[in-house]
């Protein structure tokens, strides 16, 4: 299972869903959707500009699971 640990990341930088909106370019309503691990696929280009906004690896973004 393909977790996304965006909520983790958020609190250890201490940034809200507003801001990383404003600075990633992505809707609230999609951010939210990734927050809560709904998202059936996510594009390269927003991962590259979550990892840029919140300063960390794609590693820390994304984790793998065994079911």
Known sequence: MIIINLDV???KRK???NELSDAVGITLANLSILKN???KAIRFSTLEA???ALDCKV???IEFRED
Do not use: Q, W
């Open 50 to 52: 979550l990892c840029r």
């Open 59 to 61: 590693e820390d973004i």
């Open 37 to 39: 691990n709904k998202a």
């Open 15 to 17: 940034i809200s869903l």
């Open 9 to 11: 990341m958020m609190a």
